[in-house]
């Protein structure tokens, strides 16, 4: 999330060298100016960390990179801004949801246009990038949510968490843990996309699709998780804690388990108390999918020198997302990559990854279906998850809620 503004998207640092200048993927020809802009949604990433020398060691000979950072959304306007004024920066690197918009407000060149390569990417992770069968940009990678257990009270309440495939189990393992004295789950239900990320594995998990919010299948998505808050399985502050703070709950080794992403694997591996991760499952058996998280790298639309700036995208995303440079590029991101050689790479160098390679393979992407639509869909959401929870177990409360939130 991480995460960047409506997603929140936290990344965890990583291991990996930084190339130096002119190394894999890096192109020193076609460009001709010395300074090349780069905007991404990482502000915590300060000057000097191995991001910023990551991403400036990606300078084109003859050249250097300036980045700067924001919070997604402030991200957003200001490229719509600067775009309008003709002073747009090289690259941008906008969350996955935003792709479709930023497509319809005419923001980005294509990956055609710009010289930028696709190939070798996963069908599913491309999909946000998408737009009518025309490709913007590229994904670095990817990061993926999950069910985090705290293996200790799980063996406390005699539950064996391989045996939770379904929601009638996992509401039976959450019952024996809570009878022992524990707490039971954790999640981010916080309002805006942050909130949706983390309730669409339980609504695609249902069976509802994002066509229609109101139908029988989303409504028993928000009983799920309203009943949780209900019976005291799950905290009331699920209804604005955001997906640190929900993990900050998990830490305190009081809860059992924790919907979370995979940024917080290392962190998990250095609990006080034993973890592991299982796959979020579907409401009648298997994996629910689980949205795509992470990051697109592109070329905004330039108004003058259009084929130098088109030049400099091109060179500094490749750098970032070729060769041995793409396996630093994720790791310090604390993402999987959205190539299949460079994830086998990553998780031969580290076993934290391997839980996560079949949620991420299988994840779907928010706007794949709906493009620019996907906004007042997510919104509306939003709204209906937010009613839900307050209603803390009351079967009317959470029909009425989504029936509202659909316009029914």
């Not at 700067?68 to 949801?97: R, Y």
């Amino acid at each position: 999330m991480a995460l960047a503004t409506g997603l929140g998207l936290a990344a965890c640092a990583g291991g990996g060298s930084t190339p130096e200048p002119g190394a894999d993927g890096n192109a020193s020809a076609g460009t001709t100016t010395a300074e090349i802009t780069f905007w991404d949604p990482y502000p915590q990433h300060t000057e000097g960390t191995p991001w910023d020398e990551h991403v400036k060691s990606c300078a084109p000979d003859g050249s250097t990179i300036v980045r700067s950072s924001a919070p997604q959304t402030d991200l957003f306007n200001q490229l719509t801004t600067a775009v309008k004024e003709g002073t747009a920066p090289d690259v941008v690197v906008l969350d996955n949801p935003m792709m479709p918009e930023a497509v319809a407000a005419q923001l980005l060149a294509t990956a055609e246009q710009a010289g930028i390569a696709t190939t070798g990417i996963d069908e599913n992770l491309m999909g946000p990038g998408v737009v009518d069968g025309v490709e913007y940009g590229v994904p670095f990678g990817s990061n993926a949510l999950g069910l985090y257990y705290n293996a200790d009270l799980l063996e406390e309440a005699g539950v064996d968490p391989a045996t939770i495939t379904d929601w009638a189990s996992l509401e039976a393992a959450l019952e024996k843990t809570v009878a022992t004295g524990s707490k039971g789950i954790t999640f981010s239900g916080i309002a805006g996309e942050e909130g949706v990320f983390q309730f669409l594995p339980w609504f695609w998990g249902s069976g509802a699709d994002l066509s229609d919010i109101g139908t029988s299948e989303a409504v028993s998505a928000g009983q799920l998780l309203s009943g949780w808050v209900g019976k005291g399985w799950a905290p009331r502050s699920a209804a604005t804690d955001n997906q640190s703070a929900a993990w900050d709950l998990f830490l305190t080794g009081e809860y059992a388990f924790a919907e979370n992403g995979s940024w917080f694997a290392a962190a998990a591996a250095d609990a006080d108390f034993k973890t592991g991760v299982i796959p979020i499952p579907a409401k009648d058996g298997g994996v629910a999918p689980v949205p795509t998280g992470g990051e697109f790298a592109v070329a905004p639309i330039q108004s003058t020198d259009a084929s130098d700036h088109y030049a400099n995208a091109a060179a500094v995303i490749a750098c970032l997302t070729e060769g041995e440079a793409a396996f630093t590029t994720n790791e310090t991101l604390g993402y999987l990559s959205a190539k299949p050689d460079v994830r086998a790479e990553q998780v031969a160098a580290s076993q934290l990854w391997e839980p996560w390679v079949a949620p991420i393979e299988g994840a779907a992407g928010r706007t794949t279906e709906l493009g620019s639509e996907y906004v007042g869909v997510s919104a509306s959401l939003s709204e209906a998850l937010q009613g839900a929870l307050n209603a803390a177990g009351d079967a009317s409360g959470v029909e009425t809620a989504f029936q509202d939130a659909s316009g029914y």
